[in-house]
């Protein structure tokens, strides 16, 4: 099992930045790839931005504005960003593929959910 723990979420205006993070815990291996997903009100969840050990994915929507990383010395994952926009607003969640200790297993697991809320 991994726990996960986020934090960073908040209020800001248009144009300023917040920087969230995300703790893993628990019985793992290593943890393969770190995402950030997000969900608005009334849409879908949707992938924001991952990092795997050899790749890195950012929607179209945050490219240039958002930065993804990972510390796997902590085991912490987070996702910098930049000239929020009040579309931008939504529960942000974190989410990682981790190796699971014998027998060795791949599985996702999700962390709680922070608001990030983008005044215009």
């Known amino acids: 099992q991994v726990q996960l723990v986020e934090s960073g979420g908040g209020l800001v205006q248009a144009g300023e930045s917040l920087r969230l993070s995300c703790a893993a815990s628990?019985?793992?291996?290593?943890?393969?790839?770190w995402g950030w997903y997000r969900q608005a009100p009334g849409k879908e969840r949707e992938l924001v931005a991952s990092?795997?050990?050899?790749?890195?994915f950012y929607a179209d929507s945050v490219k240039g504005r958002f930065t993804i990383s990972r510390d796997d010395a902590k085991n912490t994952g987070s996702l910098q960003m930049n000239s929020l926009k009040p579309e931008d607003t939504a529960v942000y969640y974190c989410?990682?593929?981790?190796?699971?200790?014998?027998?060795?297993?791949?599985?996702?697991?999700w962390g709680q959910g922070t608001q990030v809320t983008v005044s215009s």
């Open positions: 990092v795997s050990r050899s790749s890195m």
């Open positions: 989410n990682v593929e981790a190796t699971t200790r014998w027998p060795y297993r791949e599985r996702d697991y």
């Open positions: 628990g019985s793992f291996v290593t943890i393969n790839t």
